[in-house]
């Protein structure tokens, strides 16, 4: 059973930083593609980091996080960060760690609980 758990998360000022992790257990972060999403009040959730191909250790950023976000893994721990940095009101949300498996021919999410993330002076 694939289980994923975010910690990190935290109240930062502006131009602060801090570092997310997942915990991931039941699959190998080494071998899956995962991401990290987000989702502010009253807003869609949003992709906002993800490696996209762990042999490759391939990764994507938005726009808004590239040069600020950095996202990576350590396979010994079957863990997943976000080092956040230069962070901006706008950065505001609960913070969501993700995985894909395909399982009988379809794609399922796997989420963890989320940690809030609030950047305010």
């Known amino acids: 059973q694939v289980q994923l758990v975010e910690s990190g998360g935290g109240l930062v000022q502006p131009g602060g930083s801090l570092r997310l992790s997942c915990e991931v257990s039941?699959?190998?972060?080494?071998?899956?593609?995962m991401g990290w999403y987000r989702q502010a009040p009253g807003k869609q959730r949003e992709v906002v980091a993800a490696?996209?191909?762990?042999?490759?250790?391939?990764?994507s950023y938005i726009d808004s996080v590239k040069g600020r976000f950095t996202i990576s893994r350590d396979n010994a721990k079957n863990t997943v960060y976000l080092q956040m940095n230069s962070l901006k009101p706008d950065d505001t949300a609960v913070y969501y760690c993700?995985?894909?498996?395909?399982?009988?021919?379809?794609?399922?999410?796997?989420w963890g609980q989320g940690t809030q993330v609030t950047v305010s002076s």
């Open positions: 993700n995985t894909k498996q395909l399982l009988n021919g379809k794609f399922v999410d796997y």
């Open positions: 039941g699959i190998f972060v080494r071998t899956n593609a």
């Open positions: 490696i996209i191909s762990p042999t490759s250790n391939i990764t």
